[in-house]
Protein backbone atom coordinates (compact mmCIF):
# COMPACT_ATOMS: atom_id res chain seq x y z
CA UNK A 1 0.00 0.00 0.00
CA UNK A 2 1.34 3.34 -1.36
CA UNK A 3 2.35 5.84 2.12
CA UNK A 4 4.14 8.65 2.45
CA UNK A 5 6.79 8.76 5.66
CA UNK A 6 7.81 11.92 7.36
CA UNK A 7 10.36 12.75 9.71
CA UNK A 8 12.65 15.49 11.24
CA UNK A 9 10.19 17.48 12.99
CA UNK A 10 11.01 18.48 16.28
CA UNK A 11 11.26 21.51 19.04
CA UNK A 12 13.68 24.00 18.41
CA UNK A 13 14.68 27.98 19.04
CA UNK A 14 13.97 30.83 17.26
CA UNK A 15 16.53 31.17 14.29
CA UNK A 16 17.74 27.57 14.41
CA UNK A 17 17.15 25.51 11.63
CA UNK A 18 15.40 21.75 10.83
CA UNK A 19 15.10 19.03 7.71
CA UNK A 20 12.22 18.31 7.28
CA UNK A 21 12.35 14.88 5.39
CA UNK A 22 9.16 12.71 3.16
CA UNK A 23 9.47 9.17 1.05
CA UNK A 24 6.43 7.69 -0.69
CA UNK A 25 7.21 3.67 -0.22
CA UNK A 26 4.50 1.06 -1.69
CA UNK A 27 5.09 1.95 -5.46
CA UNK A 28 7.62 2.04 -7.90
CA UNK A 29 5.67 4.59 -9.73
CA UNK A 30 7.01 8.65 -9.83
CA UNK A 31 4.98 10.97 -7.98
CA UNK A 32 4.17 14.07 -10.13
CA UNK A 33 3.88 17.26 -7.83
CA UNK A 34 4.70 16.76 -4.09
CA UNK A 35 4.54 19.61 -1.73
CA UNK A 36 4.78 20.82 2.26
CA UNK A 37 1.29 22.31 3.90
CA UNK A 38 1.25 22.81 7.71
CA UNK A 39 -1.98 24.13 10.09
CA UNK A 40 -1.24 25.95 13.13
CA UNK A 41 -3.46 25.62 16.21
CA UNK A 42 -6.26 27.81 15.45
CA UNK A 43 -5.59 28.07 11.60
CA UNK A 44 -6.71 26.87 8.43
CA UNK A 45 -4.25 24.79 6.77
CA UNK A 46 -2.05 26.54 4.51
CA UNK A 47 0.27 26.05 1.69
CA UNK A 48 4.32 25.91 2.26
CA UNK A 49 5.80 25.20 -0.95
CA UNK A 50 5.59 23.00 -4.20
CA UNK A 51 7.83 21.19 -6.54
CA UNK A 52 6.75 19.34 -9.54
CA UNK A 53 8.34 16.50 -10.83
CA UNK A 54 10.13 18.96 -12.66
CA UNK A 55 11.75 20.64 -10.32
CA UNK A 56 9.63 23.85 -10.27
CA UNK A 57 9.27 26.02 -7.09
CA UNK A 58 6.86 27.55 -5.44
CA UNK A 59 6.59 28.83 -1.96
CA UNK A 60 4.01 31.06 0.18
CA UNK A 61 5.10 34.43 0.61
CA UNK A 62 5.88 34.36 4.68
CA UNK A 63 8.28 31.35 4.14
CA UNK A 64 10.54 32.47 0.85
CA UNK A 65 14.06 33.47 1.64
CA UNK A 66 14.27 30.88 4.85
CA UNK A 67 12.82 27.22 3.27
CA UNK A 68 14.32 25.57 0.53
CA UNK A 69 12.15 22.52 -0.80
CA UNK A 70 13.97 20.25 -3.20
CA UNK A 71 12.88 16.50 -4.22
CA UNK A 72 14.87 13.11 -5.34
CA UNK A 73 12.69 11.44 -7.94
CA UNK A 74 14.71 7.98 -7.32
CA UNK A 75 13.63 8.16 -4.85
CA UNK A 76 9.82 10.13 -4.48
CA UNK A 77 11.48 11.84 -1.68
CA UNK A 78 11.15 15.09 -0.85
CA UNK A 79 12.98 17.50 1.55
CA UNK A 80 12.20 21.07 3.47
CA UNK A 81 15.48 23.22 4.63
CA UNK A 82 13.85 24.78 7.23
CA UNK A 83 16.38 28.04 8.23
CA UNK A 84 15.77 31.02 10.58
CA UNK A 85 12.73 29.82 12.23
CA UNK A 86 10.08 31.93 13.96
CA UNK A 87 7.55 31.15 16.72
CA UNK A 88 5.12 31.65 14.18
CA UNK A 89 6.20 28.83 11.68
CA UNK A 90 4.94 26.58 14.61
CA UNK A 91 2.51 24.36 13.28
CA UNK A 92 1.82 20.50 12.39
CA UNK A 93 3.78 19.88 9.04
CA UNK A 94 2.06 17.71 6.57
CA UNK A 95 3.87 16.10 3.24
CA UNK A 96 1.66 16.09 -0.14
CA UNK A 97 2.25 14.14 -3.21
CA UNK A 98 0.05 13.44 -6.38
CA UNK A 99 0.00 9.57 -7.13
CA UNK A 100 -0.41 9.00 -10.75
CA UNK A 101 -3.48 6.60 -12.63
CA UNK A 102 -1.92 2.80 -13.03
CA UNK A 103 -3.29 -0.93 -14.47
CA UNK A 104 -1.75 -3.56 -11.97
CA UNK A 105 -3.51 -6.86 -12.53
CA UNK A 106 -6.22 -6.04 -14.93
CA UNK A 107 -7.76 -3.11 -12.42
CA UNK A 108 -7.49 0.52 -12.91
CA UNK A 109 -6.67 2.67 -10.39
CA UNK A 110 -7.29 5.79 -10.63
CA UNK A 111 -5.09 9.01 -9.81
CA UNK A 112 -4.60 9.57 -5.81
CA UNK A 113 -3.59 13.06 -4.11
CA UNK A 114 -1.58 11.17 -0.99
CA UNK A 115 -0.74 12.58 2.49
CA UNK A 116 1.35 12.42 5.28
CA UNK A 117 0.07 11.90 9.21
CA UNK A 118 2.02 15.24 9.86
CA UNK A 119 4.99 16.16 12.29
CA UNK A 120 5.09 18.79 14.68
CA UNK A 121 7.28 21.53 14.61
CA UNK A 122 7.76 24.22 17.68
CA UNK A 123 9.53 27.12 17.20
CA UNK A 124 10.01 28.74 21.04
CA UNK A 125 11.31 32.33 21.06
Known amino acids: QVQLEESGGGLVQAGKSLRLSCAASGTSFRMNGMGWYRQAPGKQRELVATITDGGSTNYADSVKGRFTISRDNSKNAIYLQMNSLKPEDTAIYYC???????????????????WGQGTQVTVSS
Open 96 to 114: NADHPPTWINGRAYPARTL
